[in-house]
Nanobody
Framework: QVQLVESGGGLVQPGGSLRLSCARSGSIFSINVMGWYRQAPGQQRELVAVSNGGNTDFADSVKGRFFISSDNAKNTVSLQMNNLKPGDTAVYYC???????????????WGQGTQVTVSS
């Protein structure tokens, strides 16, 4: 069973930085996409940054401020968030789309989320 566990959230002042990490456990045959989504109160979950190994897509609101990286050896994906703004306040979710085995269809996997609050 694939599990994703986020860490690194917290309270930060505007202009500050945070680094989120996501650790994946459990066997997975292949990964199509991995990255981060977020959901603010009363809002729909939205894409922050996702990578398919070759290309990375960022939400327009975070371009130039957020950066995604992965360590395949450690089964982790990280999100470096710089120059944070109050509008970045949300629960951030780690996301992986992949196949558990060679014969199964790809499916979405989600972490439990980590709260990021940007406030003075």
């Amino acid at each position: 069973q694939v599990q994703l566990v986020e860490s690194g959230g917290g309270l930060v002042q505007p202009g500050g930085s945070l680094r989120l990490s996501c650790a994946r456990s459990g066997s997975i045959f292949s990964i199509n996409v991995m990255g981060w989504y977020r959901q603010a109160p009363g809002q729909q979950r939205e894409l922050v940054a996702v990578s398919n190994g070759g290309n990375t897509d960022f939400a327009d609101s975070v371009k130039g401020r957020f950066f995604i990286s992965s360590d395949n050896a450690k089964n982790t994906v990280s999100l470096q968030m710089n120059n944070l703004k109050p509008g970045d306040t949300a629960v951030y979710y780690c996301y992986v789309r992949g196949k558990a085995t060679k014969w199964r269809s790809a499916r979405d996997y989600w972490g439990q989320g980590t709260q990021v609050t940007v406030s003075s």
